[in-house]
């Protein structure tokens, strides 16, 4: 599976962005779809995951409550609406596939198969 991740930018902090995921090639809603981030000089970190069907979702402490994870099988799309945007949230976004089905796996960035190109997330203070 091909994975495009967009709408990454500059923003104020406290402001908002959605960032979306758009898949070609095999089956779409056979994989859990992940984000992580990698800011500079730091290692990449989980962000947030969904399962195949949408009904489960996990994220990072640093952002849980203020960003969602969703998916559109329909469309191929996942998203990650992120609200309350801090400067610490700076950092390129990237979207990932796996075909683990299990919530173990998902934090964890080595279990995921294929990648996208990332965006960059820009927090002014």
């Known amino acids: 599976v091909q994975l495009q991740a967009s709408g990454g930018g500059l923003v104020q902090a406290g402001g908002s962005l959605r960032l979306s995921c758009a898949a070609s090639?095999?089956?779409?809603?056979?994989?859990?779809l992940g984000w992580f981030r990698q800011a500079p000089g730091k290692q990449r970190e989980f962000v947030a995951a969904?399962?195949?069907?949408?009904?489960?979702?996990y994220y990072a402490d640093s952002v849980k409550g203020r960003f969602t994870i969703s998916r559109d099988n329909a469309k191929s799309t996942v998203y990650l609406q992120m609200n309350s945007l801090k400067p610490e949230d700076t950092a390129v976004y990237y979207c990932?596939?796996?075909?683990?089905?299990?919530?173990?796996?998902?934090?964890?960035?080595?279990?995921?198969?294929?990648w996208g190109q990332g965006t960059l997330v820009t927090v002014s203070s």
């Open positions: 969904i399962n195949w069907s949408g009904d489960s979702t």
């Open positions: 990932a596939a796996t075909a683990y089905n299990s919530p173990g796996y998902y934090l964890k960035s080595n279990y995921y198969g294929y």
């Open positions: 090639g095999r089956s779409f809603n056979s994989f859990a």
